[in-house]
């Protein structure tokens, strides 16, 4: 795991020096294209899906339309969000690559402030940074120390496209932060320190073995699934074809006796 972090590690020591700007205008280059209708599907109930899933490291296309669907999913996301006492989640993590994320600091249901915010960028990082303990709702029960800039200050879209210049600051900034890295296919440990990171190297193997035999699992579950699926259907048009041959000795014998009569 620590081997295979070359690229993430470096990361790690541009956030401890602080991304400037432009770096930050460059990584927009990660957001690929306009998204379509299909992009912006999905099936409520909503699930959070786990690292190392590679939803979490594919590219977010960017929302052009601002429509009932849209707001849906921004709805259901608040709904998974506090139903696994979140405080904020990007739409990557509920299995859709878009430039879409909420959070709610408050983290409960009618308090605090539900915020929507759609083809976020960010315009200016503080250079005061904090270090701060976080989780991810993609890495259950993992938490660890990460280096972030203090404020941001940043352009997106309402969940009605409306055009949003704020600045944030404490938890919000550090919530929008974490779920914009999201946008970008960046995961919290690619922020960590090589300390913090081996700190939780055996969490994160086990959460990658995990994930590893429950997909194993699901395919063998689909698998036997088709077959039992064809082996009904097999059985079914065994019966029905021996009931033909049935009815047609039937017809045959009836019709003898008849002419026996
Ligand atoms: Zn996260």
């Known amino acids: 795991m620590v081997h295979a972090l070359g690229k993430e590690q470096s990361q790690a020591v541009r956030a401890l020096i602080g991304r400037p700007c432009k770096e930050e205008k460059d990584d927009a280059d990660y957001i690929s294209d306009n998204s379509r209708t299909a992009d912006l599907r999905f099936e409520p109930p909503l699930k959070v899906v786990q690292y190392p899933d590679p939803v979490l490291r594919a590219r977010n296309k960017r929302i ?12 259901e996301m608040f709904d998974v969000m506090y139903k696994t006492d979140g405080i904020g989640l ?12 909420v959070f709610n600091p408050a983290g409960v249901k009618g308090e605090g402030e539900e915020i929507v915010l759609v083809n976020p960028v960010v315009y200016k990082f503080s250079k005061r940074l904090s270090v701060y303990e976080e989780g991810c709702l993609s890495f259950p029960g993992i938490y660890a120390n ?10 997106a879209q309402d969940a009605s496209g409306a055009k949003i210049k704020v600045k944030l600051s404490e938890l ?37 073995t995990f994930q590893v035999h429950h997909q194993a699992e699901l395919q063998i579950q689909v698998f036997v699934e088709l077959f039992v699926g064809a082996y009904t259907a097999v059985i079914l048009v065994l019966a029905v074809l021996l009931c033909l041959v049935m009815y047609n000795i039937n017809q045959i014998v009836h019709r003898n006796f008849t002419i026996y009569e």
């Open 64 to 75: 052009n339309t601002f429509d009932d669907n849209l707001r849906s999913l921004a709805d």
């Open 90 to 101: 990007s739409a990557p993590q509920v299995g859709v690559n878009v430039q879409l994320m």
């Open 146 to 155: 990460v280096l972030r800039p203090d404020t941001v200050k940043i352009d």
């Open 172 to 208: 919000s900034a550090r919530v929008f932060q974490h779920e914009f890295d999201h946008l970008q296919g960046i995961l919290f440990f690619d922020r960590m320190t090589m300390d913090v990171v081996e700190s939780i190297h055996e969490q994160l193997k086990v959460l990658q």
